[in-house]
């Protein structure tokens, strides 16, 4: 692990725009590009994700590791193996030219013998990211804990039947809020690994949810003790690991959250995949989150649509992201939040260069959904059809049924006085559905 692992990349990617043959360079992403006032680099707040992209091996249930990664070799040292890793990382970040990056504990850092070693680990860790970040000014989007991979977790963690397995998880939760701290972290992700069931048969469904909340509240509780000011965000996911996961999607989420009492504390990270795998299109968990001011952060990828999985392919459909991103921007941008990769290379994309042809094809698909958004949002037209759809509600009528001063009696009277005769309108779906296009095509003009 000496020397460079991407050599033949020189770095940053430069912009070569539409017309550049080179395949180490941005056809539309360009930072400092003022994109409705403000900076491309600075809407997106792109991260890479450390686990899929230097921690996994390309291994899949039915073959073994296909990438060359030598600090996965169980044979090394794992402190000095997890040194080699963050070399390749912090070398592939600076050449990538994004400004964050998100991680495990676990991605980084081995488990020890004891706990106590597994934080002396974790520790080291830190101090070696700090270094990296301070000498190439990367930064932290967010830092999360691994409550999925070894197996005192195959029942849950918060969700376990066994109170020490919530309490081991709790350890390893204030360890890693700590460290994202430590490291300025902007947001602290849970996503709930395996809190859901396999069967009915062996499951108390209240109390687990009971004991979920529970570890929630101890989270949030801590955050505030330490100081830490970033975002907590929840990500949901409907399925797998286990056949049926309680954080579902957007609106089971925020159930759960107001029933428990939470929902000042947590915003939400919504992935791609995990909105398809529920049923539901992107758009729709990310315009719930935000109806409900829920939006955290995003985990940018795409699934595939002859599969029931979780994919986790690079994006690369600026029809499908462009809505998204539309809904975002019109609600006021990322406050902590950005677009984070977690995407996963195909298993025969086994070059390290694949690594970079990856993540180039989905910040450009993220820039150009950008780029279409904002013409959305300049040309103003969705926005004033949606209002005119809505005029009636903040004439005369409508507000006084909002505010409760029209009973049934008072509506049902005005109806039958023949006063109140409601006219079909039209839609409009088609309609704008070309007006998203045209500003898609258009953005192509650059
Ligand atoms: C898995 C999740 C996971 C979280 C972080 O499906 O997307 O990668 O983002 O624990
Ligand atoms: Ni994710
Ligand atoms: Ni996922």
Redesign the pocket.
Known sequence: MEGQFFPDVPGPIPFGGLDSGDPFAFKVYQPDRLVLGKRMEDHLRIAV?L??SFSWPGSDVFGSATFDRPWLDPRLDPMLAARGRLDAVFEFLSKLGVPFF?F?DRDVSPEGRTFAETQANLDATVAAIEGHMARTGLKLLWG?A?L?SHPRYAAGAATNPDPEVFAFAAAQVKSMLEATHRLGGQNY?L?G?REGYETLLNTDLAREEAQLARFLHLVAEHKHRIGFKGTLLI?P?PQ?PTKHQYDYDVATVLGFLQRNKLEGEYQL?L?V??ATLAGHSFHHEVALALAHGMLGSI?ANRGDVQNGW?T?QFPNSVDELSLAVYEIMRAGGFTTGGF?F?TKLRRQSMDHDDLFHAHIGGIDTLAQSLLAAAGMIESGELERLRAERYAGWTGALGRSILSGDALLEVLAGRVLAGEIDPKPVSGRQERLENVVNQQIWASNRG
Do not use: R, Y
Request: hydrophobic letters at 15%; glycine letters at 4%; aromatic letters at 14%.
């Open positions: 994700c686990w899929h998100c495990h999360t691994n999925f992700v996503w690994g990500e996911k797998e990270n992935e995949n995990h985990d979780d986790d984070n977690d």
